[in-house]
């Protein structure tokens, strides 16, 4: 029985689980505890809880290991954002990848005097430059509030298409009033074809 | 050009009145940053009296949407 339960899990993505290094940023793929670590600073921000839409407004330290989804290496991966200028942490990247090959985004820059300085950007790209090249992944996928007009700009200057929303998807527990959300997408296949425009145009 | 689409781009962006053109777009003008379109949508929401549903936001990429949605005012 034991041995089945074992044979069920998917084993690491060697590919997938390899270290993404961007200009300003580590993205450090994370085990279970280091991603508790990494994102302990979430579970009592109200601000991060509300744009994650959470169910609750807090967290303590026992529900947040239950909250959090053990990252395995294979479909589900944290990475820890380091930055190499100050040695130290200053958000994380979730990312799930369904049997379909669609990856679903999530990204929280806690260290607030990051923000406005293109951290998404630069770790975004990161990511989806290594993750398309995987034969597994075949689209990203985002969802955001409507009201988080800082993740709707950064999903669009990304090329991320918009194809949707949803009215009164998630009701706060913080507000307790309805919030709309967002969705977007892009193919992997796009990705990479944006990405080598880019490469081309920078040298011409 | 509408002068009140180029007045509330050229406000949000920090730019002079005369920097914004048609081609004016997230995608093409630096100083089109995730602030300046958190300004942009606070002034077209002003101006305009409510709030913007979730499509126009996530469709404010350029001149034309913001002079079509203040074209709408």
């Known amino acids: 029985m034991v041995l089945k339960l074992l044979q069920r899990k998917d084993p690491p993505d060697p590919f997938l689980c390899q270290p993404i290094v961007t200009d300003r940023f580590h993205l450090v793929n994370c085990n279970r505890k280091e991603a508790i670590k990494v994102t302990a600073p979430w579970r009592q921000d109200p601000e991060v809880l509300h744009n994650l839409m959470m169910a609750k407004t807090s967290y303590s330290a026992m529900q947040w290991i239950k909250t959090i989804k053990k990252p395995d290496g294979n479909s589900r991966f944290v990475h820890a954002i380091v930055s190499k200028e100050i040695n130290g942490t200053i958000g994380a990247h979730r990312l799930t990848i369904n049997k379909s090959g669609t990856v679903s985004l999530a990204i929280v820059i806690h260290a607030r005097s990051w923000w406005g300085k293109d951290v998404f950007d630069e770790v975004r790209t990161g990511i989806l430059d290594h993750f398309s090249q995987s034969d597994r992944v075949v689209r990203f996928y985002g969802r955001v509030l409507s009201r988080n007009v800082s993740s709707i700009y950064n999903y669009n200057k990304l090329g991320f298409r918009m194809i949707g929303y949803d009215r009164k998807a998630w009701l706060s527990p913080h507000t307790d009033e309805w919030h709309d959300t967002v969705h977007f997408e892009m193919l992997a296949e796009d990705w990479e074809t944006k990405r080598q425009k880019q490469v081309v145009a920078d040298a011409g | ?73």
């Open chain 2, 1 to 73: 050009m509408q002068a009140d689409t180029v007045t509330i781009i050229a406000a949000a962006l920090n730019l002079a009145p005369e920097a914004v053109t048609p081609a004016t777009s997230l995608a093409t003008t630096t100083e089109w940053d995730s602030l300046a379109h958190f300004r942009l949508v606070l002034a077209i929401e002003e101006q305009m009296g409510r709030q913007l549903d979730p499509l126009e936001i996530a469709t404010l990429l350029d001149f034309d949407a913001v002079a079509a949605l203040l074209g709408q005012s």
